[in-house]
């Protein structure tokens, strides 16, 4: 898994104040956070061997976000440290309405030369996730290396550029929401409908399994030949921060075991939904069972 590696501070108050005004703190976490983190943890829960390609800084937050993760039987050896932490402060209203502030330096972000000292775990693995946050040519050196090892390459996320269409072909499955998807195609995303025609163009520039967010309604798990749109569960969120990581978590797993599609985007939908009940994005996928079922 390549990836983000932060602190994030979860903070759930009922209602946001005005500028000048002043709301207390029902609930307080700090733990492990950021895509890359939450996507291996996800990963890890639901039964799969995973080393995170990551920055920690060089610092307290560093050494205690890596410590956690090793206690989630996360490997880290290949976690470059350097600088400052990533931080990021997730504020929670009582409707699950979030804001997100982000403090990711930029000697937080994965270089090529991080990824090319991790080149070792890279060929090992039959599967590996890259976020798309980090900088082009950490990922683009990162494809060329399972490529080279016909590992299975896992995207999440949108970038723009070059970098994208070259990504996009050495792909086999690519998950993004909504506006990333429309910064993969250039096509707004506003219903399934539009869902579709972007996961059709996707699959034609390589990728074998594509999944899109619908805003509001679901998600759309298309294949060469066919798709399924799976529903938002009628269930209370909390806090959406995560659902996607899980999401992709519950993805991979079910394409790791050879599952169908629609099958794998059933596990898929039944992280994300348990992870939105949750304050923080923390997600606790054990409680999963092999099906999806909670």
Do not use: Y
């Not at 990711?104 to 590996?128: F, M, N, Q």
């Amino acid at each position: 898994m390549l990836g983000q590696l932060a602190r994030d501070l979860v903070l759930q108050v009922d209602a946001v104040p005005d500028a000048g005004g002043s709301s207390p703190v029902r609930q307080r976490r700090e733990l492990l956070g950021g895509k890359g983190a939450n996507h291996a943890l996800g990963l890890r829960q639901l039964g799969n061997a995973v080393e995170l390609i990551a920055v920690a800084g060089d610092d307290p937050a560093g050494a205690s976000a890596l410590h956690e993760a090793v206690e989630q039987g996360i490997g880290v050896a290949c976690a470059a440290r350097r600088g400052t932490t990533a931080l990021l402060v997730d504020v929670v209203d009582s409707g699950g309405a979030r804001r997100l502030l982000e403090h990711v330096p930029g000697d937080a972000l994965l270089t090529a030369d991080d990824v090319h000292r991790a080149s070792a775990a890279i060929t090992a693995a039959d599967t590996v996730c890259l976020q798309l946050q980090q900088p082009a040519e950490a990922l683009l050196a990162a494809a060329e290396i399972a490529t080279r090892a016909q590992a299975r390459i896992v995207l999440d996320g949108a970038i723009e550029g070059d970098a994208r269409d070259e990504l996009l072909t050495r792909a086999q499955v690519v998950r993004a929401d909504a506006a990333e998807a429309a910064l993969l195609t250039g096509r707004e995303i506003g219903d399934l409908d539009a869902a579709r025609r972007a996961a059709a163009e996707l699959l034609r520039r390589g990728p074998e399994l594509v999944a899109i967010g619908v805003p509001g309604a679901g998600d759309l798990i298309a294949w060469h030949g066919d798709d399924a749109f799976l529903r938002f569960a009628d269930s209370r969120v909390v806090d959406v921060t995560g659902g996607g990581d899980a999401f992709l978590a519950g993805l991979v797993t079910g394409v790791r075991r050879g599952w169908s599609p629609e099958r794998s985007g059933r596990l898929a939908a039944a992280a994300a939904s348990a992870t939105v009940q949750l304050l923080g994005g923390r997600p606790e996928l054990g409680r999963l069972r092999p099906d999806g079922a909670q």
